[in-house]
């Protein structure tokens, strides 16, 4: 049964140790131990010592780093590894098309309009996914098509505009090198990711 708080220092304790937990449930820490994280708040919160000495806490921190990165560096090559099979076996289908970039389109609608060059801005509407299907962005979402320029965006998409005329709709396959690289973006996008992206061009806005 959840405990009861009546008093507002009981729902703001509360509140922060919600916070706290939120916190580290959003990390890629395993093993935690709800105990031992209780214990280290009580002590500091009484100004009691430590009761692991500063030299072992640093270690176990070092410890605890160096396997995160090495979990993160699979995970990476993992994804790298995925991306170039995807593409591989994708370049395959009939109607895919293969710049030298190694940019994989399909286009789903022939639009007849004007092609937009490095210095326009572009409205336009997406949906853009992972490769296992997870949309991360979409406009069509949103219901608002979006604007920007044609050279502000990530090479991938720099090289498919200036290919399309107005009224297109072309499937994008972008490998990470044109996306966003090694990095990722923000929590959805890894790095190494390889992203696909239903593009609709609407309008060339100048």
Do not use: C
């Amino acid at each position: 049964m959840s405990a009861h708080y009546e008093t507002v220092e009981q729902k703001v304790s509360y509140g922060i140790g919600r916070q706290m937990g939120e916190q580290l449930s959003n990390n890629e820490i395993e093993g935690l131990e709800i105990d031992a994280v209780l214990n280290g708040l009580a002590d500091a919160l009484n100004g009691q010592p430590s009761a692991v000495p500063h030299d072992q806490l640093e270690l176990a921190f070092q410890e605890i780093s160096q396997r995160l990165r090495a979990r993160q560096r699979e995970k990476s090559e993992q994804l790298a590894a995925d991306g170039k099979a995807f593409l591989a076996e994708n370049a395959k289908r009939e109607g895919v098309v293969v710049t030298g970039s190694g940019l994989q389109y399909e286009v789903l609608t022939a639009g007849a309009g004007e092609k937009p060059g490095t210095r326009s801005v572009v409205r336009t509407h997406y949906h853009g996914t992972l490769i296992n299907g997870e949309v991360f962005d979409s406009s069509y979402q949103r219901g608002e098509p979006a604007e920007f320029p044609v050279n502000g965006v990530i090479a991938g998409w720099t090289e498919a505009l200036q290919l399309m005329p107005v009224g297109s709709k072309w499937r994008l396959y972008v490998p990470y090198q044109l996306a966003y690289g090694e990095r990722g973006a923000g929590g959805r996008i890894g790095p190494y990711s390889t992203l696909i992206f239903d593009v609709e061009l609407l309008d060339i806005v100048r």
